[in-house]
């Protein structure tokens, strides 16, 4: 008896309209741009006090906006030349202290095969939470071992990023600050941590249901700055981040079956 075949994932439905979705005013790239500051000062604020403690949350909120930012440059959604756009990923590269274009190889990949072969960002989804939590600190390493792997260009913008990260850690170490030392030490832990909250809590449980990735509704999709309409995004992505709510209208309401098959990410947050 021949093995059961997951069904495919789903594509872009037809007749749902993008374009004006799509179409990213002037002044928005330096509202992306900012979007991650105040939680970068609030973090070395507290870090250099003595709440220092707190300073992790700040951090870990750093963190996301930044992933939020890059994945921006990525698609080119920036609204900005792509030159911008790599040097956005370069200058991100340094301060959250991983390659984000060992990053940007690999999700275009986990697009193009999504939870496929060829997916190193997605496969993690298969695994069980703690599976993914041991597996973490090794999600970077195979990242950066798939990019580096790809060809001239990508190793030169992947050790363009690392270097970036060298001249900031070197100037870390030559300031002494201890609030930039504790920032480093956040960077390395979410760079640990990215396996579970950047992939596997919005792909899974989607394997052999055709679903391209979970999409949450309600406060946790807002505190997560709309990270969480992953299956939109999958489905369109040059929408950027910040239109994905109002494309998730239009799917819900335009598309059949769209809004029944959906999986939230986490459901006593959804709709709420």
Known sequence: ???????????????????????????????????????????????????????????????????????????????????ADHAVMHGLSALMLGSNHADAFCHLAHH????????????????????????????????????WAAGPRWRRRVAGDWLMVGVFALLVAASGAGFLWLHLTAMALGQCLAAFFAVWIT??????????????????????????????????????VSRLPELARRLDAQVPGYAAARKPVLRALDRL
Request: glycine share 8%.
């Open 112 to 147: 193009r095969d999504t939870m496929g072969a060829h997916d190193h960002e997605g496969h993690c989804a298969r695994m069980t939470l703690t599976e993914v939590l041991r597996y973490g600190p090794r999600f970077p390493l195979e990242l950066n071992r798939a990019a």
């Open 203 to 240: 792909h899974q449980g989607t394997e052999g249901t055709s679903l391209a990735g979970r999409s949450q509704r309600g406060p946790l999709a807002f505190l997560a700055y709309h990270m969480f309409y992953h299956r939109g995004h999958h489905l369109f992505p040059r929408v950027p």
């Open 1 to 83: 008896m021949m093995p059961s075949q997951s069904p495919p994932i789903e594509t872009a439905p037809k007749g749902v309209e993008i374009t004006d979705l799509c179409t990213v005013p002037r002044h928005r790239i330096w509202i992306e741009l900012a979007i991650p500051l105040p939680w970068l000062a609030l973090s070395w604020w507290l870090y250099a006090g003595p709440l220092w403690p707190l300073g992790a949350g700040a951090s870990f909120m750093f963190f996301l906006c930044c992933l939020r930012l890059n994945h921006e440059a990525i698609h080119g959604n920036l609204g900005a030349p792509r030159w």
